[in-house]
């Protein structure tokens, strides 16, 4: 399994990224898929979640500080999850990693322990 993640850098409070997680090795499309992200200099106990997807794209799943400002969404076609991150603020910045799960989509959580795959992350730095 192959799981690489890519558009993470630098940009200023108020601007946007757009994450991508390439995926390969697992049937996709199976796979409840997540973004979470821990930061620098943090052990991975302080990983937490930002966004979840149902393998249909029909459910997802935020964490209350960036709802409304991200959106998660795939392509079961190219294998590819996607995280735009708009209105960043300098608190965003963290390391993110892309991760699947081949259970279901668990409705109001996203928990960190369920992942089986990760990626090695995208770094995002926010400055105010």
């Known amino acids: 399994v192959q799981i690489v993640e890519s558009g993470g850098g630098s940009a200023q409070a108020g601007g946007s990224l757009r994450l991508s997680c390439s995926v390969s090795?697992?049937?996709?499309?199976?796979?409840?898929m997540g973004w979470f992200r821990q930061p620098l200099g943090k052990g991975r106990e302080s990983r937490e979640a930002v966004s979840c997807i149902s393998y249909d794209s029909g459910s997802a799943y935020y964490l209350d500080s960036v709802e409304g400002r991200f959106t998660i969404s795939r392509d079961n076609e190219k294998n590819v999850l996607y995280l735009q991150m708009n209105s960043l603020k300098p608190e965003d910045t963290a390391m993110y990693y892309c991760?699947?799960?081949?259970?279901?989509?668990?409705?109001?959580?996203?928990?960190?322990?369920?992942?089986?795959?990760w990626g090695q992350g995208t770094q995002v730095t926010v400055s105010s």
């Open positions: 090795g697992l049937p996709f499309h199976e796979y409840t």
């Open positions: 991760a699947a799960d081949i259970r279901p989509f668990l409705y109001g959580a996203c928990p960190v322990g369920n992942f089986d795959y």
